[in-house]
């Protein structure tokens, strides 16, 4: 179960990371380590193009404050080396709607304190949803979030709504990270140091079907 410390060591360790302003084209170094060397792709006339990480940065944060379970994280160093294209957000729904963790956006409508720092927000997006971290409420009933691959990189967004304007993504629903199962050997909290720098990976050839959605 994640008590207050875990769910403080999500928001630190989340929050450094958007402080060293993390992405494939800044600190590319620690980008690398937290999409465990996963970096782009090439088209067929040599374009460079970026894959969704938004799931990565999630299953890494999650992973690092204790959650080490392969089956709801999906990270080659919980799953014998292997990564699935496109399971990082189904696999932590799948845990999520099988332990009765989603919260509805009606729900927290009706009551704001289901929501705690360190849940999670699922974004509905046209090419492949949208994942990130449940930060705090603000004054205006308004609330922030913590984000992997927003803008490009690691970010705090503020001013999100539950009902958002017509030209941002609409949420789906929450999730309760409360029941996750952890790792009691330890966990890091905030401090985010980055120790095993990883050299540059462009993947070589491909064409578009190697856009791996989150």
């Known amino acids: 179960m994640l008590d207050k410390e875990r769910r403080d060591s999500i928001i630190g360790i989340a929050s450094d990371l958007v402080a060293q302003g993390i ?21 067929s006339d040599g374009t460079i193009k970026h894959y969704g990480w938004c799931g990565d940065f999630i299953s890494f944060v999650l992973s690092r404050a ?3 379970d392969g089956r709801i994280l999906n990270r ?16 932590i729904q799948r845990w999520a709607k099988g332990n009765d963790a989603v919260v509805s956006v009606d729900a927290v409508r009706a009551d704001p304190a289901l929501l705690t ?4 927000v699922i974004f509905v997006r046209t090419d492949g949803d949208h ?19 927003s803008f490009g990189r690691v970010c705090k967004r503020n001013g999100r709504n539950l009902v958002p304007a017509s030209n941002a993504m609409p949420i789906r629903h929450f999730i309760n990270v409360t029941n996750l199962p952890l790792n009691t050997s330890g966990h890091e909290t905030a401090g985010f140091v980055e120790t095993e720098l990883q050299p ?10 190697e856009l791996w959605i989150a």
């Open 66 to 68: 204790g959650v080490m």
């Open 131 to 149: 994942i990130a971290f449940f930060e705090d409420w603000t004054a205006a009933g308004q609330f922030t979030s913590l984000d992997g691959n």
């Open 76 to 91: 080659a160093e919980l799953n014998n080396g292997k990564w699935v294209p496109g399971d990082n957000l189904a696999r």
């Open 23 to 43: 992405g494939p084209e800044h600190d590319r170094a620690c980008y690398l380590r937290l999409t465990e060397n996963r970096a782009d792709w090439k088209t």
């Open 200 to 209: 540059d990976l462009i993947a070589s050839g491909g064409d578009s079907s």
């Open 117 to 120: 720092p360190g849940d999670i």
